[in-house]
């Protein structure tokens, strides 16, 4: 209760922690969570970027519930995406808070309803796509409640949709500075998990939040592990990490192409893998099937563009898996934060190859952007190219490109793992003068021509083919020089130099050609050192660093349908029976499982093993709403599961 004398401050921090108890069933906020909080529920605009699965949506949903009850009406969630919308709407409903949503799924009868609940102050939360709220009907509506000083917050979900210099801008973000020039006194939150120096400033800027605070979490993710490899065979090297390392897990394959999505769907299925494919060029009506199963059947694949993935609560993701190079860091680290979004170990792996620098700088040099744009994204790619290529911790490079200093991780595949190198300067100085022989042979004998990277090497390792004759390259003097080394260590080679921009790979068929930089290699300047190509070693299910809930957990083991090891054996058949009964009612209620209970929540259950609804209460994740909705069932199948002739107690 509220003394008479208590600050504002301190009445807002108390109210927040009685509705993260009561609500939704936490003892206690995470990091910034609760400053994040404290400053919306009193009024002040936030900027907050915090990693997948730290826990945005509370940052929100607790000030709206407080200045819910407080008399300040409803808050608006602005969400780029129906499923998101409906799995958001679903888990509040869950713990006892009006929400909803307004989008094209609803009837018009069911848009009307939803309507009526927001004029009426029914509702604590209303989440819209940007397009809809910026819609005159629903401003109008807005401007109705603001009158009645019942719009209590805005929150902009995903904000970097906002900023051309990010990986997904939207354009229709763009109209969201309306609502600071027409409700200037309404608290607004912006939220997303990556944004780096250019994508923060284009928020602050477009949606004018030069007064909001930052809150800047760590964009540390230490229970997944990252892995590159150089791409050998991808489908032999994708097939064997799911099956030595996640099989019957859930998880995401992004490829690039709509359809290397479908074929990479389609084989995995011949494979006996369940896979299912996602990208914008399938009908609505399949992409939200496909999207359904996904979030609520166990152990599927889903094989994906970039279209599939963001706001995806799902927390079992036990992998993600690019079989093509993303455009730049932040779209890599959005899409593998998309695993272990629970706190458990997941894994982040990608192949990489030759192909995918040239074709990520040919598409950079053939956009029609500005030059000041191209050379942004250049920027951009550049990083992402120095994590690829990268010999030491993949965090620490990670982190540090977003401006967070780290430590070794010990749990990426070069710390796990250690590169062996070697020096490859002399080899990039050989196939530099090959390529410029090329071009001076070129123009001696029939006009100046360059040549792919195939060929290239064919050259360098002296095979005699036809073309090479037809060419006349054969009597180089470089023809023949690096008959020492095989055709993948050509490739690395190749690859590194294109990455640092020594090379560059022109036209339709990615022909080769020198760059300015080129000069500094051949006179010595610099050195080069390079991984030895090898494929990443099978690796056993163990517990990844930092995966833990909380401290002093013991290890989980990877894997989506196996119980903690911690557990012993009548836990672990609690804990199965637990998963049954959540089953069910997630089919009964049509909701994910884990929008019922997370895992974590199920674990801790079947370790403490509650008697009564008094004990049940104290397990984090169990709100006021769910103890009273499933408290009685919960204490009958804990009991049953570990006495089948036993009695249940069920006090009070």
């Known amino acids: 209760m509220h003394t008479a ?3 504002p401050a301190a009445i807002s921090a108390t109210a927040a922690r009685e509705v993260l108890a009561e609500v939704f069933g936490y003892p206690a906020f995470r990091g910034q969570q609760q400053a994040i909080v404290e400053r919306l529920i009193d009024g002040g605009d936030a900027l907050v970027l915090m990693p997948t699965g730290g826990g945005k949506s509370l940052c929100y949903q607790i000030p709206a519930i407080v200045r819910h009850r407080a008399g300040r009406g409803v808050a608006v969630v602005v969400s780029p995406l129906i499923a998101l919308m409906q799995d958001q709407v679903g888990a509040l409903d869950e713990v006892g808070v009006e929400a909803a949503f307004l989008n094209s799924t609803l009837t018009p009868q069911q848009a009307a309803s939803v309507e009526q609940g927001l004029l009426s102050g029914r509702l604590t ?9 910026l819609t005159p009907r629903f401003l109008a509506m807005l ?3 603001h009158a009645r000083g019942q719009l209590s917050l805005f929150a902009i979900d995903e904000a970097h949709c906002v900023s051309q210099w990010g990986h997904d801008f939207r354009e229709e973000y763009l109209g969201l500075s309306a609502l600071h020039e027409r409700f200037p006194d309404v608290p607004r939150i912006a939220l997303t998990a990556t944004a780096d120096d250019h994508t923060r400033a284009d928020i602050v800027e477009r949606l004018q939040l030069q007064d909001a605070r930052l809150f800047i979490s760590s964009f540390d993710r230490p229970n997944i592990r990252y892995t590159i490899v150089e791409r050998d065979n991808a489908r032999t090297q994708l097939l064997r990490f799911l099956r030595d390392e996640h099989e019957g897990d859930a998880g995401v394959v ?4 709509r359809k290397k999505v479908e074929e990479t769907a389609a084989w995995l299925q011949d494979e006996g893998i369940p896979a299912l494919p996602y990208h914008a060029g399938l009908d609505a009506g399949v992409r939200k099937r496909h999207q359904d199963r996904f979030l609520r059947e166990e152990g599927l694949v889903m094989v994906a563009t970039i279209a599939f993935g963001m706001g995806i609560d799902k927390p079992d993701v036990r992998f993600v898996a690019h079989l093509d190079l993303p455009k730049n860091i932040e779209g890599y680290y959005q899409e593998t934060g998309r695993g ?4 458990a170990p997941a894994d982040a792996w990608m192949t990489y190859g030759l192909a995918d620098v040239v074709n990520q700088r ?5 956009s029609p952007a500005t030059e000041d744009f191209k050379r942004v994204q250049r920027g951009k790619l550049d990083a992402l190219l120095a994590l690829a290529e990268a010999h030491d911790c993949r965090r620490v490079r990670l982190l540090a490109y977003f401006g967070e200093d780290s430590q070794p991780c010990g749990n990426c595949d070069n710390c796990l793992h250690p590169p062996v190198t070697w020096d490859s300067t002399d080899a990039a100085r050989k196939a530099l003068s090959c390529i410029y022989r090329f071009a001076q042979h070129g123009r001696e004998h029939h006009g100046a021509r360059s040549f792919g990277v195939a060929y290239l090497i064919d050259v360098l390792r ?3 083919t036809d073309k090479v004759t037809q060419h006349g390259h054969a009597s180089l003097s470089t023809f023949g020089i690096g008959a020492d080394l095989s055709e993948p260590q050509w490739r690395a080679v190749l690859r590194q130099l294109v990455a640092l921009g020594h090379v560059v790979a022109q036209g339709e068929y990615g022909t080769l050609a020198l760059t300015d930089t080129a000069r500094t290699v051949l006179r010595g300047d610099v050195t080069l050192h390079m991984r030895t190509p090898s494929e990443s070693p099978r690796r056993s299910r163990v517990r990844s660093r930092g995966a833990a809930a909380g401290a002093g957990d013991a290890p989980a083991p990877r894997g989506s349908r196996t119980a903690p090891a911690d557990l012993d054996v009548s836990q672990t058949a609690s804990f199965e029976a637990l998963r049954l009964w959540r089953a069910a009612v997630a089919r009964e209620h049509n909701l994910p ?5 997370h895992d974590a929540t199920l674990a801790e259950m079947a370790r403490r093993r509650p008697k009564s609804l008094a004990e049940l209460g104290q397990i984090t994740g169990v709100g006021s709403k769910k103890l009273d909705a499933y408290g009685s069932a919960l204490l009958d199948v804990l009991a049953k599961a570990a006495d089948p002739g036993g009695v249940v107690r069920q006090d009070v």
Request: glycine fraction near 12%; charge should be negative.
């Open 5 to 7: 004398n208590a600050t």
């Open 125 to 133: 939360m209303l989440y819209a796509a940007p397009e809809r709220l």
């Open 143 to 145: 401007e109705s409640l």
């Open 254 to 257: 992004y490829c690039g192409s």
């Open 340 to 343: 272990g979004r629970d706190g």
């Open 362 to 366: 040919r598409m950079i040099d053939e």
């Open 462 to 464: 002296g095979k005699s």
């Open 593 to 597: 499982a884990y929008v019922v209970f």
